[in-house]
Structures are given as structure tokens and as C-alpha cells.
């Protein structure tokens, strides 16, 4: 019952050792398309901003934008929604940190040197170097910005990671071993209190995003959490009636999960 993300770099062979372990394992392999095809149960304009904010660095202005906290609540809780699942892998998108509390989660990052990434590129896309190199860089760049500005953490130190696979040392197909290997172990560690506390952090995202995406006011405050008994809503708000439209929205989506009321209004 082990889940595993990836965090990779441009070019190092992440996404086909991740396909490979889904195939050996019969995991769960979850893509890009399959995410935004559930944030597009939301409405297609959360599609559209989706897609220009993924994986990019965001602008102040987005930081502080609803567009961008609602894409970035969606991608989460689908995300975590997928990991109830268990068997399943996660590519990229700050997995690694959502699930730093749980021991059945195997938390590895790929990497290799740029000349041994700008190379591959080259092969695989039939690039010249000078551009797979740019592409290498900008990629990196935009992937950790985008990761910074949502997490406040540096995607290259690996104490954020289980293992951290070279794979100019190593081919993918001793990466794929290594990653079943340690899988097993992981798998070992699951227990069904940590599946509810899994569970309790599911529903405290939902929650969180069908929130945001259904105001048409922004809450830049706004925390939901689960504290093993009910879904704790804290934050600051404006009027009445914003607090009347997080309260409906909260106890609909958390049901039969009682909410705990601790938003307040700015200067009480």
C-alpha cells in the first residue's frame, strides 16, 4: 500500500523510470492530463489558469490571485485524493512535501548533470545543444520558483527526499530496481491509523479547494485543517455573508464531518 513521488529534474529520466514502475508494480501512474482533466470538473477556466500557472514561476501578482491560490488548492487535493488510493505514483508538483509526514510514502528525486541532460534532449527531440540547453535551464528555473513560491522550500536539498537517484551513475533500469526495492519497505509501514490520518488530510484539501473555487471573494488567509475530530476553519474575513458562503460550502463538502468555526473578521 506504498505511494511514491517523483521530483525531477529536465531531462533526467523521471517520467520514464516513474512508467516503468507502474508497469512492474501495476501502480496508479498519475499524469498531468489526468489531473487537469479533474480540475476541469471545476470549470474550464480553472483548466485555462492551470495550465499557464503549472510548474511556472508566478508573478506577485498571482501569488496573491485567486486564479492561482484555487489552481494550486485543486492540484493538491486531487493529488491527495489520489494517495488515499495507496499504490499509486505522483510526478512532480510538491508530493514530496505533502506527504512528508507519511512513512508509507516513498520520497525520491531524479537528477543528472546538465551535460548529460542536454544530451539526452538533443537525442530525444532532435534539438540543437545550444537550445536543449536553454530549455534545460528555463525549465529547472520556472519548475523551482513555481515549487519556492508554493512551498517556501529549495527542490535540490535532498534532506527534502528518501533517495536521490543520479542517473548519469545509474542506468533507469537499476533506478526502477532500487525504487521496488525500497517500495517494499514502505509498503510495510502502512497502517490503517495512518491511512485515516491520510484520509483526514484528503478531506481537510478538498474542503479547502471547493472552498476557493466557490467564493467570488479571496480569502489569502484561509487554513482548513482536520484535527482527527473535525474540519477547523481558520482565516480572515470581511462580511457576513463571505463567512455564511465558506460555512455552506465547508459543511456540504465535509458531511457527515463536523466543521469548527474559527474564522474571524480583520481586527476582531
Known sequence: MAILTICRESGAGGEEIGKAVAEKLGYEYVT??????????????????????????????ERFDLSFAGFVALKESIMLNHATK???????????????????????????????RVERIVKREGIDTETAREMIVEGDAERAAYLKAIYHKDWTKPKFYDIVFDTAKLSNDEVVRM??????????????????????????????????????????????????????????????EEKNKILEIAECTASPTPIKNKLHYRGA
Open 86 to 116: 495507496n499504490n499509486v505514483i505522483l510526478m512532480g508538483r510538491g508530493g514530496n512535501w505533502m506527504l512528508s509526514e507519511f512513512p508509507h510514502a516513498l520520497r525520491i528525486r531524479v537528477m543528472a548533470p546538465v551535460e548529460t
Open 179 to 240: 525504487i521496488i526495492d525500497e517500495l517494499e519497505a514502505k509498503d510495510k509501514k502502512f497502517t490503517p491509523k495512518v491511512d485515516e490520518k491520510l484520509r483526514q488530510l484528503a478531506l481537510a484539501s478538498r474542503v479547502k479547494a471547493d472552498i476557493i473555487t466557490g467564493l467570488n471573494s479571496f480569502v489569502p488567509t484561509l487554513e482548513v485543517q482536520h484535527d482527527g475530530k473535525q474540519i477547523v476553519l481558520k482565516g480572515t474575513i470581511h462580511t457576513a
Open 32 to 61: 498531468r492530463e489526468a489531473i487537469f482533466k479533474e480540475i476541469g470538473e471545476h470549470g474550464e477556466q480553472w483548466v485555462k489558469w492551470g495550465r499557464e500557472m503549472d510548474d511556472h514561476k508566478p508573478s506577485l501578482w
